[in-house]
């Protein structure tokens, strides 16, 4: 049973990932991609070899299975998925729906888990909706911050907090959520500038 401490630290942890889109803001997509790729294929690879070799699991169990859940011990842990989406996501889309989308996975998703995991009382299946309005509400001052067309980055929050509260087929999150918001953003604009609705940023 992952205890209430445990999500903590695991989300101590997560929230330490939003230096991936600050470094995207602060330099440039060339210069975050030739450092990210790179950790990217490390965590990939040690999630391999410790999936298939007891000494290596041995190891990680001693440093990381007090912040590592039940289900990741036969699978990718999220750390894994978090650099694999991130590498993803800035090779794809632009700087401004990259950082947006890797800052909701960061910020909006750990606040979700914690609030709702403390505070929520309406249930639905292992979510609660405290947990998926925290998410909604930061993820409004998220996009707020950027400069993103803010009704297409409106409907794009929507749906990554359906996508986070609903979990389509058990896809981990940390690929669901900034992937469902870029998609989200990318295919809007796309349509929106076809039929020349609305000038996209």
């Not at 990217?40 to 070799?53: A, E, M, Q, V």
């Not at 001693?62 to 842990?77: A, I, L």
């Not at 401004?96 to 996975?105: D, F, V």
């Not at 980055?153 to 359906?162: G, K, L, N, P, R």
């Amino acid at each position: 049973m992952f205890t209430y401490q445990q999500e903590i630290a695991r989300k101590t942890i997560h929230i330490l990932n939003m230096i991936i889109p600050l470094t995207l803001y602060l330099f440039d997509r060339t210069f975050t991609l030739t450092l990210l790729i790179p950790i990217t294929l490390i965590f990939i690879s040690s999630d391999y070899l410790r999936l298939r070799n007891e000494r290596i699991k041995i190891i990680y169990d001693y440093f990381f299975s007090y912040v590592t859940r039940d289900e990741e011990e036969k699978k990718m842990t999220g750390a894994s998925y978090v650099f694999l989406s991130s590498s993803i996501i800035i090779f794809l889309f632009s700087e401004g729906i990259a950082i947006c989308s890797l800052l909701i996975m960061s910020i909006s998703d750990t606040l979700a888990a914690l609030i709702g995991k403390r505070y929520g009382v309406i249930k639905f299946k292992d979510k609660t909706l405290e947990g998926s309005l925290i998410f909604f509400i930061s993820s409004i001052f998220i996009i707020l911050m950027m400069n993103l067309n803010l009704l297409i980055a409106i409907i794009s929050v929507f749906i990554a907090t359906y996508v986070e509260y609903a979990k389509p087929g058990n896809i981990d999150d940390n690929l669901s959520v900034p992937f469902s918001f870029s998609i989200s953003y990318f295919l809007f604009s796309k349509v929106l500038s076809a039929f020349s609705l609305i000038n996209i940023n």
